[in-house]
């Protein structure tokens, strides 16, 4: 038979080795799908550091944005202040995409430049009221 004392032993160890598990798994998967958001001049610092790893990158297109006939395979350089970046895309690209917009790229650092998964282009003055009044609330009121 089974006494009290026995079976309270049992749920604590129940319980840590459940909160060990879910502790463990939550871990190596926000591990896994982490992503730094770093602007180019930071990575480009130090780039080596970033090699294969995560990254959401902020920064300007800069120069000439070459796209390979009938592909979607796109090669362009992004920059922040005097550190450039070359990146390589392959994908629809935003309406917004284009030399000097301001982008995120998500992908991946690598020694012959940045991989990108996926592009956002920033388009603050799209936004703006046309009168430079401010925004305020829905409706614009």
Not at 33 to 58: C, I, T
Not at 93 to 115: A, I, M, N, Q, Y
Request: aromatic letters at 10%.
């Amino acid at each position: 038979m089974v006494t009290s004392r026995q079976r309270a032993v049992r749920i604590v160890i129940s319980v840590v080795v459940l909160t060990g598990a879910f502790s463990a798994l939550f871990f190596a998967m926000a591990q896994k799908d982490a992503q730094f958001y770093k602007h180019v001049d930071e990575v480009m610092a130090n780039p080596s550091q970033w090699y294969g790893r995560s990254l959401q990158l902020h920064g300007f297109v800069d120069g000439t944005v070459l796209r390979r006939p009938d592909t979607l395979d796109y090669r362009f350089t992004i920059k922040k202040g005097t550190a450039v970046v070359p990146a390589i895309y392959t994908g629809i690209v935003p309406d917004t995409f284009k030399t000097g917009s301001e982008v995120v790229l998500t992908g991946r650092l690598e020694p012959d430049g940045f991989h990108a998964e996926s592009i956002m282009a920033k388009c603050p003055s799209k936004y703006q009221p046309v009168d430079g009044s401010p925004i305020t609330g829905a409706g614009g009121h």
